[in-house]
C-alpha cells in the first residue's frame, strides 16, 4: 500500500507570496493532519482535517488555512508569506476507527522563504 | 498543560549500549503515547507506542516504559545500532478530539 505522499517536496518563496502544499493520505485514510517542523519550535499541529471538515485546529495565525476535498486529500495554503514560515510542513493520516488511531507522515514538504 | 518535555536534547551512544530516552507530560487526559523515529530528509515513522493501562511495552529492541503517576515515560533502546542513528519523538494525544503534542526530540548517534 502507498504512502502518504507530499507535494511538492521543496518550494522556494518570496515573503508576501501564497503557496499551497497538497497531501494525498494512504488509501482508505480519512484523516488528515497537517504539522509545521523548525529546529527552534519543533513539531507543532496545524489542523486536522476529517470527512472534508476541519475538527482540529493549532494554535497558528489564520494566513494558515486548510482544506479536504470528497477523495481524503487535503491542501493547507500559506498566504502573505513571512521568513518565520521556513519550515518542513509534513502530512499525516489516520485510518479512523474506534481505538487508537495511529498517524502515518508523509516525508513534508521543505517550505524556503527569502 | 499541553506540554511534553523530552530529554536528553542528544544523546551519544556507543554500538552495543543502551539507549534512554525520557518524556514528561502535564495533561493526564493523554491517554495515548507514540515514539517516532526521523531520519534526515524523512518524515517522522511511528516505531512503538503505549497506552497508560500498561506499564511497559517491548517491541524488539525497542522497550517504552511508563509511570502513570510520575506522568513520565521513557524509550529504551537496547544494543543500540549505527543504524538507530537518528531523531526519536515522544508524543501524546488524547484520542477523542485529538492532536500529537510532541517533545522536542533527541538526537541520538550511535558510534560504531
Known amino acids: 500500500k502507498a504512502g502518504v505522499t507530499q507535494t511538492p517536496r521543496y518550494l522556494i518563496k518570496t515573503r508576501g507570496q501564497q503557496v499551497t502544499l497538497s497531501c494525498s493520505p494512504i488509501s482508505g485514510h480519512r484523516s488528515v493532519s497537517w504539522y509545521q517542523q523548525t529546529p527552534g519550535q519543533g513539531l507543532q499541529f496545524l489542523f486536522e482535517y476529517f470527512s472534508e471538515t476541519q475538527r482540529n485546529k493549532g494554535n497558528f495565525p489564520g494566513r494558515f488555512s486548510g482544506r479536504q476535498f470528497s477523495n481524503s486529500r487535503s491542501e493547507m495554503n500559506v498566504s502573505t508569506l513571512e521568513l518565520g514560515d521556513s519550515a518542513l510542513y509534513l502530512c499525516?493520516?489516520?485510518?479512523?476507527?474506534?481505538?487508537?488511531?495511529?498517524?502515518?507522515f508523509g516525508p513534508g514538504t521543505r517550505l524556503t522563504v527569502l | 498543560q499541553q506540554q511534553v518535555k523530552q530529554s536528553p536534547q542528544s544523546l551519544i551512544v556507543q554500538k552495543g549500549g543502551i539507549s534512554i530516552i525520557n518524556c514528561a507530560y502535564e495533561n493526564t487526559a493523554f491517554d495515548y503515547f507514540p515514539w517516532y523515529q526521523q531520519f534526515p530528509g524523512k518524515g517522522p515513522a511511528l516505531l512503538i507506542a503505549i497506552r497508560p493501562d500498561v506499564s511497559e511495552k517491548k517491541e524488539g529492541r525497542f522497550t517504552i516504559s511508563f509511570n502513570k503517576s510520575a506522568k513520565q515515560f521513557s524509550l529504551h533502546i537496547m544494543d543500540s545500532q549505527p543504524g538507530d542513528s537518528a531523531t526519536y519523538f515522544c508524543a501524546a494525544i488524547r484520542q477523542v478530539g485529538g492532536k500529537l503534542i510532541f517533545g522536542q526530540g533527541t538526537e541520538l548517534s550511535v558510534k560504531p
Open positions: 499525516a493520516s489516520s485510518l479512523e476507527v474506534a481505538g487508537y488511531n495511529e498517524q502515518f
